[in-house]
């Protein structure tokens, strides 16, 4: 198999990246970045490019992919909707534009058309726009995402949240198993979904830890 991931410097992405490198059924994996990652291994390869809104200029190094992982994401803090729209909705259509396969999309608990939350909005448009399209699609909207194996987040606010409520993780997987994943079976369920694995095309928390085995 191989497996195109963009936004694989995130948390999420790290935790994807990962998993699909151990996973046996994956023979390559391409990452897609603005600056090359310092992660190496023989079934890895990273494309640099910086428009994320024309994928043209690449698009041949993206072939035969038998499945996408859009990772990316930026914090709606501060941001306008008109800023946080080119990372969530619009490289999102244009990375299942260009690449092939299964596409799995990283979206979060809370998303909907609907909502008047911007973020969720947003998001949930997205959501709805790429289910649309005939072909597979995924998307998974994890709530608390506990980082596994040494991932962070790249936000500082984040960061010092994930550190001072790790303590939290095992309660909150007992009482809301509906809203609490890790990167690891985050990871391992996406890389399920691309093997063709079962499961509903919209996974929250729960269902992505079933389907991460």
Known sequence: ??????????????????????????????????SPSAVTDPKLRHVVHADFGDLSPVAAELADADACFYCMGVTSAGLSEAEYTPVTHDYALEA????GGTYVYVSGEGAGADSKTMWARVKGRTENELLALDRPVFVVRPGFIQPRHGITSRTRIYRYLYSWSSWLFPVLRKVAPKFVTTTELLGRAMVALAKGAHADRVLRSDEINRVAG
């Open 96 to 99: 299942a534009r260009v690449v």
């Open 1 to 34: 198999m191989k497996i195109v991931i963009f936004g694989a410097s995130g948390m999420v992405g790290q935790g994807a990246l990962r998993e699909a490198l151990l996973d046996p059924a994956v023979d390559s994996v391409v990452t897609v970045g603005r």
